[in-house]
């Protein structure tokens, strides 16, 4: 059954950290480049970070320098790590295998949700 199922987000004040999880079916994970995606309230959904099965990784310009992404292939999970937040990263977090123009390859989870107050 493939499964992607996001954790770890909260309530936290602008400057503060999070650190996202997503678990993954095997079968997702395994050979594929893995991504986080947000939406925010009134707004799209976009890739924000990615990481291939070989460990290259690529931010959305917002992120950089504040967003780490990494994975676990013996947990089958990928990680966000999320500095420095502001308000404007206030959003659902979601994960999932990433493809072509970084869409998404797979139904989506229950996503966690982040919100930064100022």
């Known amino acids: 059954q493939v499964q992607l199922v996001e954790s770890g987000g909260g309530l936290v004040q602008a400057g503060g950290s999070l650190r996202l999880s997503c678990a993954a079916s095997?079968?997702?994970?395994?050979?594929?480049?893995m991504g986080w995606y947000r939406q925010a309230p009134g707004k799209q959904r976009e890739n924000v970070a990615r990481?291939?099965?070989?460990?290259?990784?690529n931010y959305a310009d917002s992120v950089k320098g504040r967003f780490t992404i990494s994975r676990d292939s013996a947990k089958n999970t990928v990680y966000l790590r999320m500095n420095s937040l502001k308000p404007e990263d206030t959003a659902v977090y979601y994960c999932n295998a990433v493809g072509v123009y970084a869409l998404p390859l797979y139904s989506w989870g229950q996503g966690t949700q982040v919100t930064v107050s100022s």
């Open positions: 990481i291939t099965s070989s460990g290259s990784t």
């Open positions: 095997p079968s997702i994970f395994s050979r594929n480049t």
